[in-house]
């Protein structure tokens, strides 16, 4: 993976570390699912696709696992929010949430497909 990549990979990872962190400070404070909570999911959700999309894109079988990881991981975020009946609330969330499941599963097919 060439420098430039390998920075943007470490940015986007740091970044998704972040964004957990502060979802379980946030759990452990407060413990209540909000509209600030859900679109901090959003985020981690785009995230990890954003990273897949990254590891796919380098061409390189080393990173075939790690993307594919990030796929997978943006999927079952996708499924275990889509079950909240919060989010049936809020049409724009839910959505959005759609989309990225399209795109984990769009990465997800192509990654496949490359193998091959």
Known sequence: MPEHEQTCAYMILKEINLIQSQLQQHKATHGKFTVEV???ELLLTETHVKLADLLRASRLGTNQKESEHHYIQALQEVAR??????LKERPSLLYNLRTDQIAAHLGLGSLYQDQY
């Open 38 to 40: 859900a679109k901090q």
């Open 81 to 86: 929010l889509e079950s909240l009946t919060f």
